[in-house]
């Protein structure tokens, strides 16, 4: 493991591409290994045994390719999971709950802040710690969205189903008086768009991706390992399950730069 070795980043599909456009732009020479484990998806209904396990297979693929740091770019995995798994593997592993909580009490003027993110995260209550480890007096209002993942996994990024949604969901947040709104699953900020235009321009949205490859980049710096040998990156993609609904929605995102994707099988 090495400056030139890639950096491993996983999902339960599409969401983790959000952390993956970030990357881009901000560490745009850096190779990566994507892992979508789309024959899981959606890990917001699993337990924290299934998505453990789920997560000891990724790393252990993502070991054979020796990658030299890990980014959980899924908001469940760096809930539940992460905190028990650090430490354990031979390279860094970082989650998005802590950026996007640093980045959400940095944004929120009135300290009201909402948070949308997967059933598995909302019950592990793992944002509002976060938020209140760093600022006490903030108030912390999460909400899960059953359907957001379905939909974004299926390509409907916007027209009634959506906007219906996002009005269930984030309507009682409104009510709750929130200026600040975390996307704390990392598939949401395919939907920035229906949800800018109902919280109207009194709520900052939050993407937690941004914030994350910034945390990636310091602990690269401080661990020497950031890529300056000026060669052409590797990109490649990965699934464990269907990998032509991977391709189709990931290419809206990501465009042409999602060329192959490998099933991995078993
Ligand atoms: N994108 C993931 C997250 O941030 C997983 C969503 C899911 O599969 O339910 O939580």
């Known amino acids: 493991m090495g400056n030139q070795s890639p950096i491993g980043i996983f999902d339960s599909g ?4 959000t952390v993956v456009k970030s990357l881009l732009e901000l560490l745009p020479g850096e190779s990566f290994i994507y892992f ?3 024959a899981n998806v959606p890990y ?3 337990t924290r045994e299934q998505l453990m396990s ?5 790393l252990n693929f993502l070991r054979t390719k020796e990658v ?15 905190p028990q798994l650090e430490g354990h593997y031979p390279f860094p592993m970082l989650g998005v709950v802590k950026a ?6 940095q944004v929120s003027k009135n300290s ?4 949308l993110a997967t059933q598995a995260t909302v019950n592990s209550q793992a944002y509002t710690q976060a938020i209140k480890a760093i600022n006490p007096e903030c108030q912390v209002f999460e909400r899960a969205c059953h359907q957001f ?3 974004i996994e299926g390509g409907v990024l916007s027209g009634e189903k959506i906007n219906q949604s996002v009005r269930e969901y984030v309507a009682p947040l409104l009510d709750n008086r929130i200026d600040t709104l975390v996307l704390g699953c990392t598939h949401y900020p395919f939907l920035t768009q229906p949800i800018k235009e109902f919280v109207g321009a009194d709520v900052e949205l939050v993407d937690p991706s941004r914030g994350t490859i910034e945390e990636l980049r310091e602990l690269l710096t401080m661990d020497d390992l950031l890529e300056q040998s000026g060669q052409e990156p590797l990109r490649q993609f990965y699934v464990s399950g269907h990998d032509e609904s991977f391709f189709r929605v990931g290419r809206l995102l990501l465009g042409d730069m999602i060329g192959k994707v490998n099933k991995l099988e078993g």
Do not use: N
């Not at 789920?54 to 990724?58: H, M, R, T």
């Not at 996007?100 to 009490?105: D, K, L, N, P, V």
């Not at 009201?112 to 948070?115: L, M, Q």
């Open 54 to 58: 789920y997560a000891i297979s990724i």
């Open 68 to 82: 030299k740091a890990v980014v959980a770019a899924c908001g469940t995995h760096s809930s539940l999971t992460l």
């Open 36 to 38: 979508g484990d789309t």
């Open 14 to 17: 599409v969401g983790g591409l």
């Open 44 to 46: 917001g209904s699993k």
């Open 100 to 105: 996007g909580s640093r980045s959400a009490i």
């Open 149 to 151: 993942v379905p939909l």
């Open 112 to 115: 009201r802040i909402g948070v």
